[in-house]
């Protein structure tokens, strides 16, 4: 891999390419400036083509470097998507065209498609789960062994391409083209080859190209005044002044420091779709959370039909049974299946019965199912109330009370009505994950706000909120009412995440700051959100959160260490310049470096250096603690700038001296 990257960093010297980082663009005109006048006859009359060559020697080393530190920070992306090509390659798919199966290859295969898969193939691209469920191994894509559950229906419908079926079978919707699939978009992150520069990083090139300007201008306004004095600097003299005194620490590192913090992301099995969305990670102070699937283990069964007064329970079953006959979700799907065990309930043929089947919706929160002389709906408890409400009926207090005892349980109630009459409530019950609690803890020590937003009503939210320990709930959410509560904590200028998995969750988390889907979720989820968790744990916040501090907080320090560095190094060259002409300037020369010849490439070659030495620290980022912010700003600017401040004295010291003694000065 470090052979690969210094392939690259010669690859890198492309003007074109350097273009793009303007520090080290302006160290490579001056490497060139300086190469070409030490071997033109213009050398013969300024200084001597030893020394003249060994600037211009650690000049081109100092961009080498540069390009070093940026190819060594994408090797390990590299090293990640050739073994998610493997995981790419061409498979067989068994396309449904009507009736009849179809054998194509993979690469055929366009959005809108259907494709069967059953027990022990590859699932052939990305789609949706139109039908069935299984088991599937997605360790290609996540290096998770344990297989996972993918479903039509509910919130874990999407289906990665060049994942395994391992047993049973589903039909999938196929919803990427070729080329176009997560495994594309995957490949392209991991190799920076998509990489856009961040607002942050924008900005602070910005400051950095008007330092470079400013010091442009020192550095020429040099010359006429060293000429009025009788002692003028050679070109190759200036361009060390030059790179020396411009930020090139910080311009040498910069990207680095990006593509590494989102591969840290990527060890954690996070992929972040931008470098922006990391950063904002990193100021991150509300966390809003969905309850299905994402706080709680997200299969709600049916455990129980509760009857209401006058009504047997084996009516309710019946109804409740039929009303989900059609239903996709797993909700409606473990009815059925409850139905079936406790009372013997048979599936019953719904397309002989001419019935009408009403899907279920976020919006309307309630699904059911016409036929000739029976209208069914089952439903959150206030949904089905507004639907009794038009034709002037009511929930009976019997079954409010039922209602409410299963929410405090943290259950999900249902409530069945059949011609608008109330037969009862069916219980749906769901698991917290385990060790949230802690995890929310930890979250709220970093200073962020826990919020989950559910459909579901009050009480069962207040239920699941005290069990999972988050800050403040909101209950009877539909998709605009996400959408408006995460506006409403932006406009009070919060910068806002939001994890979920569901197709409901979707505008949501495209408005979020920080928008981490499941990869469980569904597709629309995944395409909204700008980041994807491969383990769907809600709580990896945390870690997304502890990457963009840690991001925000190695550009500050390594900015602090550039800029102080670059005002020690004015004193090791300005002396040296003058000193002969102006033997009262011998003040400042507080270093005792041996010769001006010296002192200049000593702290050219220190220049150079020092960007190999912090290419560690770019990589692994500074040790994230969580502190204030100020806290952490007073602890950075000490060291770093302090540091920054002392140790070219001692780097440049050091250099001088081992350059006296090889004799090379
Ligand atoms: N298949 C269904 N038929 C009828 N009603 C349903 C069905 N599934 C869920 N509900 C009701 O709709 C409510 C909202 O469900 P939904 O899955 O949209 O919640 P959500 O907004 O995703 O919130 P969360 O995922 O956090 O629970 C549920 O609380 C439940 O009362
Ligand atoms: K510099
Ligand atoms: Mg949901």
Not at 48 to 74: D, G, K, M, P
Request: hydrophobic residues 50%.
């Amino acid at each position: 891999m470090i052979w690969q990257a210094v392939k690259d960093s010669f690859v890198k010297l492309n003007p074109r390419v350097m273009l793009s980082n303007p520090v080290m663009f302006v160290v490579e005109i001056m490497a060139v400036l300086t190469t070409f006048f030490t071997f033109s006859a213009l050398s013969g009359a300024h200084g001597s083509l030893w020394f003249n060559a060994q600037i211009a020697a650690w000049l081109w080393i100092t961009v080498l470097f540069a390009n070093f530190a940026e190819a060594l920070a994408e090797g390990r992306g590299k090293a990640q998507a050739a073994s998610l090509r493997r995981a790419r390659s061409e498979t067989r798919a068994k396309k449904l065209v009507g009736e009849r199966v179809e054998e194509v290859s993979s690469t055929r295969l366009n959005k809108g498609d259907v494709v069967l898969v059953e027990a022990g193939e590859v699932i052939p691209g990305d789609g949706e789960v139109i039908e069935g469920i299984a088991s599937v191994d997605e360790s290609a894509v996540t290096g998770e062994s344990a297989p996972v559950i993918r479903e039509s229906g509910g919130d874990r419908s999407a289906v990665t391409g060049g994942t395994r079926v391992l047993s049973d079978w589903i039909k999938v919707r196929v919803t990427a083209n070729p080329g176009e699939t997560f495994l594309d978009r995957m490949i392209q992150l991991v190799e920076g080859a998509r990489r856009q520069k961040t607002p942050n990083e924008i900005a602070l090139t910005i400051l950095l190209v008007g330092l470079t300007i400013i010091f442009l201008l020192v550095v020429a306004s040099l010359e006429p005044f060293a000429m009025y004095s009788g002692a003028r600097a050679s070109l190759p003299v200036l361009a060390a002044l030059l790179v020396c005194l411009i930020p090139t620490t910080i311009g040498g590192l910069l990207s680095a420091i990006g593509i590494a913090g989102m591969d840290r992301l990527l060890r954690r099995n996070i992929l972040a779709m931008s470098g922006r969305a990391v950063e904002a990670a990193g100021d991150v102070d509300v966390l809003l959370l969905d309850k299905t699937g994402t706080i709680t283990l997200g299969n709600r069964m049916a455990v129980e039909f509760v009857a209401a007064p006058g009504v047997t329970p084996q009516m309710l079953a019946d109804a409740a049974q039929l009303a989900s006959l059609a239903d996709e979700t797993p909700e409606g799907r473990s009815i059925v299946v409850l139905a079936k065990e406790k009372y013997n309930l048979r599936e019953r043929d719904l397309a002989g019965l001419g019935a009408v089947f009403v899907p279920f919706s976020a919006q309307t929160r309630m699904s059911g199912v016409d036929l000739k002389e029976r209208e069914i709906r089952k439903g959150a408890s206030d949904a089905i109330e507004k639907y009794l409400a038009e034709s002037g009926e009511k929930l009976p207090p019997a079954v409010n009370t039922v209602v409410e005892e299963i929410a405090r349980k943290g259950g999900t109630p249902l409530v069945v009505a059949e011609n608008r009459r109330v037969l009862g409530v069916i219980y749906l019950k769901d698991v917290v994950k385990g060790g949230i609690k802690e995890r929310f803890a930890q979250l709220r020590r970093m200073g962020i706000k826990t919020v989950m937003i559910t459909g579901d009503n009050p009480l069962t939210a207040a239920a699941i909120a005290a069990e999972a320990g988050v800050d403040d709930f909101m209950a009877e959410a539909t998709p605009e009412t996400k959408l408006a509560l995460i506006r409403r904590h932006q406009s009070a200028g919060h910068l806002v995440a939001m994890t979920g998995d569901g197709t409901n969750d979707a505008p949501a988390l495209a408005q979020a700051d920080v928008g981490v889907a499941m990869n469980s979720g569904t597709q629309a989820a995944k395409e909204a959100g700008n980041m994807v968790d491969l383990d769907s744990n809600p709580t990896k916040l945390i870690e997304v959160v502890e990457t963009g501090k840690q991001l925000l907080m190695t550009r500050g320090a390594l900015t602090t260490f550039s800029i102080a560095n670059d005002v020690a190094k004015y004193f090791a060259i300005i002396p040296a310049l003058f000193a002969v002409t102006y033997p009262q300037l011998n003040v400042l020369n507080i270093m005792g470096l041996a010769t001006p010849q010296s002192a200049i490439l000593s702290a050219v070659i220190f220049n150079a250096l020092i960007i190999v030495a912090l290419v560690p620290l770019a990589l692994r980022g500074v040790t994230y603690r969580p502190l204030g912010a100020n806290a952490i700003l007073r602890r950075n600017m000490f060291i770093y700038g302090l540091g920054g401040l002392i140790v070219p004295f001692i780097g440049i010291k050091a250099i001088d001296l081992l350059l006296v003694l090889l004799g090379l000065h």
